[in-house]
Nanobody, 127 residues
């Protein structure tokens, strides 16, 4: 079964940066999309960004657009989320998910329709 491991979280001051990684193992999909999500206690899960390997398209939530960048290293089966200009409201447990098949990031948007979900990495932004 596919396994996803998110890492790279930590404590950072407002305005700082972090780069999250999502490493996939036991992974044989030719076309796939990976999404990043976050959850804060007491709030619903929020879609952050996704990327499709079908066309390298990306999608971002309005709340992170211009600050976060999603990218892939296909050779390493790893997806990154570069987070700049972090704000206290970005504090959350961040986790990734993967779905197989051809799609575009615009079509997928912030959908939660993924096949596999990984465990999260905590990001805490202090004010």
């Amino acid at each position: 079964e596919v396994q996803l491991q998110a890492s790279g979280g930590g404590l950072v001051q407002a305005g700082g940066s972090l780069r999250l990684s999502c490493a996939a193992s036991r992974f044989t999909f030719e076309d796939y999309a990976i999404g990043w999500f976050r959850r804060t206690p007491g709030k619903e899960r929020e879609g952050v960004s996704c990327i499709s390997t079908s066309d390298n398209s990306t999608y971002y939530a309005d709340s992170v657009k211009g600050r976060f960048t999603i990218s892939t290293d296909n050779a390493k089966n790893t997806v990154y989320l570069q987070m700049n200009g972090l704000k206290p409201e970005d504090t959350a447990l961040y986790y990734c998910a993967v779905r197989s098949g051809m799609t575009t990031a615009q079509a997928l948007g912030l959908s939660t329709s993924y096949d596999y979900w990984g465990r999260g990495t905590q990001v805490t932004v202090s004010s």
